[in-house]
Nanobody, 120 residues
């Protein structure tokens, strides 16, 4: 069973930076595509950034050039470095782990979320 625990959220001023971490508990972290999603009040959950086992990344247009996703397979952890934060980045950020197992079953897991609030 996979468990994901996010940390690193908090209150930051516009223009500031935060680094989110997501600790993965379970087996075979390295085979999962890891992603960060966010959900602002009244809005749907959206993809922020995703990192495949092979190292491919994709980012939401709104965060390109400001956010960086990375992973440490030795620590079973994925990170989201966020810079130049703006009010629009305020949301609950969720970590996701996804894999398609060899028998065709998907493994799709979510953390509990961490609040990021950008405010002056």
């Amino acid at each position: 069973q996979v468990q994901l625990v996010e940390s690193g959220g908090g209150l930051v001023q516009p223009g500031g930076s935060l680094r989110l971490s997501c600790a993965f508990s379970g087996s075979l972290f390295s085979i999962y595509t890891m992603g960060w999603y966010r959900q602002a009040p009244g809005k749907q959950r959206e993809l922020v950034a995703r990192l495949t086992p092979g190292g491919r990344t994709n980012y939401a247009n709104s965060v390109k050039g400001r956010f960086t996703i990375s992973r440490d397979n030795g620590k079973n952890t994925v990170y989201l470095q966020m810079t130049s934060l703006s009010l629009e980045d305020t949301a609950v950020y969720y970590c996701n782990a996804y894999v398609l197992y060899s028998d065709g079953r998907p493994g799709d897991y979510w953390g509990q979320g961490t609040q990021v609030t950008v405010s002056s």
